[in-house]
């Protein structure tokens, strides 16, 4: 039994190796590639369109949906990159329904790729929208001591993605393997709908967790005062 995609090697030559999750990952991008290209080559501002496109709206309006109750911003920005992190890992949990197939959201390689992806894009969206001063000086809040401990947390909130998605990933694809290996003819179609399930939840919470850590980082001031005030007459 094989925990991670990283113990299947197709191919190896010195230090340079092809496994499992590089194969896998290469495959999910294709898939995307070649979706993107056949549902956007026809595009169509009539009340008639295919079923392609409708889907692509559906899940774009309802990307843009989240990312606008989240943040209380203009999701235009954020959907190229929150977008592309939920649709990548939901792509990757969902093909795991085919024989064979192990996802690459299993590989702790992976999930830490996709978790630095966030921790670049955080300052560059505050810098971007509040500016270097702004944004560096939310590190010295609310005492200039506070500042490795600030940095440390932002550390943590990233390590505690990554090492979250693949934890999830990699038990529910053990589970299923354990639970098949003891009941291959009763458990196959209820475990792979539970491990669909699971892993759509799974992107779903990972895009949602990063567009929460942009948007704190892309908060005005004036805007933080407000969310502080309205947090104490709450509790008040």
Known sequence: MNLTPDQIVFWQWGPITINATLVFTWIVMALLVLFSWFVTRKLSASTHISRGQNLLEVLVIGICNQIEEISEQKPEPYLPFIGTLFIFIAVSNALSILPGYQ???????????????????????????RGWVSYLKQYL????????????????????????????????????????????????????????????????????????????????????????????????
């Open 103 to 129: 996802p690459p959201t299993g590989s702790l390689s992976t999930t830490v790729a996709l978790a630095i992806c966030v921790f670049f894009a955080i300052p560059l969206y505050g810098i971007r929208r």
């Open 141 to 236: 809040q609310p005492s200039p001591i506070m500042l490795p401990f600030n940095i440390i947390g932002d550390l943590s909130r990233i390590i505690s993605l990554a090492v979250r998605l693949f934890g999830n990933v990699m038990s529910g694809t053990m589970i299923v393997l354990i639970l098949l290996s003891i009941a291959p003819l009763l458990f196959p179609v209820v475990m792979q709908a539970m491990a669909l399930l699971t892993g759509m939840i799974q992107a779903y919470i990972f895009a949602i967790l990063a567009m929460v850590f942009i948007a704190a980082a892309t908060q005005m001031e004036e805007e933080q005062q407000v969310l502080n005030n309205t947090i104490e007459v709450t509790h008040g």
